[in-house]
């Protein structure tokens, strides 16, 4: 039996809420590791952090870090990434990027492994992650456009803090704590940080996630909608997106009509696809009450789909409520997926 | 001047939270009361209610209590309504109802007095006051549908527990406070009473309000189907929803996307439109980050509307957020407007 070969990889912005998501699933994942180097801004270098039972001391991220680097997973926001990812792949890295610099870009692959694996191959250094609210959608759907084409998306959002980082989830938490105790609400974070206004997202609903682009829609949505069609290879399907941030901490839900492009598709026929699809758990028995929520799907890797429905009036039509933990599969699962990817495939 | 005619007015369910709101809606609006009759379950009665500084004595709810009353406002559940509706009527009262019991029954006016006031000078006896999440959808769909025609209702819902009544609003402060406090989440009312499981709606979003149908969508779902068709008066109109129930406490916001048959509409003749319709208020400009939200909504009757934007695929199409307080234009607010209407023009 030969040895397993090992891979120097760096985790960029490892102290953040995915960045911990990550380091978790290369543990739990058994990734085969021969050095880790821990970076972050120069804020949060000098933090100890354990991996496999061994304390590592975070460093802050420079180009230099990356000498020697086999694959970056890069996770601290998209200044860093337009920093770094370019310099870690001169020093000869494979970069995983987690933020929304690259994703639109010619050239750049975009990936949820079951859904568009290949597309790794072509990579010129830098692999884009999907925006977490686009990656459990197009993983339930993947399966349907395949077996029976796809003609049109229309979602409305139902998404948790914890997107928004760790101070959005303290953020919650204090809200809410002083919403209970009959106290006013101090909002300084959601919906965007750096944005003008901010309203209280505890006991609330905001229709605001990302900055507003000039057609109306947020940023967070054209993002479902073009990150829709590129992963999926095809500019013709119709996606439109409500995003609305909801006052719960973990976990992304998702209220997702397709029209497909055949006639006579049974919710029975769609059970049995989403049922032997990868990454997917079947959760759909309205007699029993079974259906997903945020809450159960928490810490699990899966994207979990129920209350699969036809449409009244389209017969083509179908509703469905795709559930998943925005911080593994949404991010940090994703991108570790993409990464053994690289290593299984010889794609490095 | 003449003097205002004065009518005998009771209220079935004045204890719970939406016919405290009635009260107070009947004060606010200084509705011409002679008599005021506060009726509920033998749990309640004995119960000491403030009306306009008056104290009044909480009555049980019998066939008897309806002698010499004009108008009957229910809002004690289906089964008491069913019980005594048309006992009410039979001692000459006009009831105007609250709850499920007879919106979809034929001869039963269905009224939203922006929408369709007209309607309820066809009673027998009995008017309907819609669900709560069709009524403040409808408001806002109404001048679309009289000025560009309507062809398609698609809409996703995000609804308060105080829907589910005052027993809900606890659970979730109850959760809330235990999720906080790091303890374990005790779920013993939602999604449904009655139900056999129960689900945690603290820091959680449940695709399940009220009862499931053979169908696979919810009662609230095919409730927002059916009585949208027959509060406007088309049954050829394709409507489609996902009721999710949420943790907040007041007010319903929707996702509703729209299609209209006329081409060539702009998102300013949908903004013009509905800035002058009546009862609705537009909230949207969101180069300023202004849309509603279900906390700016509460304790106000007016529907708000806002993120009006259209389909980037179908020229036709539009996407809105409709958010208004649950429990004053979806409820209470609603019935005394009917009332209102009642008297106003005679239709007793």
Redesign the interface.
Known sequence: MTERKKYNVAVVGATGAVGKKILETLEKKDFPIENLKLLSSSRSAGTKMKFNGKVYTVEEAKPERFEGIDIALFSAGGSVSKALAHEAVAKGAVVVDNTSAFRMEHGVPLVVPEVNEADIKEHKGIIANPNCSTIQMVAALKPIQDKFDLK?V?V?T?QAVSGAGAEAVEEL?DQ??AF?NGEDLTSELL?VKG???H??IA??????IDV?QE???TFEEMKM?NETKKILHTQEL???A?C?R????TSH?E?V?IEVGQDNVT?EDLHKLLEEAPGITLMDD????V?P???DAAGHPDVFV?????????GN?F?M?VVSDNLLKGAAWNSVQIAESLINHNWL
């Open positions: 049109r229309i409305s139902y938490k809410s704590q209970l919906p944005e003008d206004k309203y209280p006991f609330n609903a905001l229709p605001q507003f057609n109306g829609y909608i119709s996606v439109a409500t609305v909801l006052p719960f901490f839900a209220s009509y919710v309205p007699a029993n009450q259906y929520t945020p809450l129920g209350r699969i429905r036809r449409d009244l009036d389209q039509g509703h409520w």
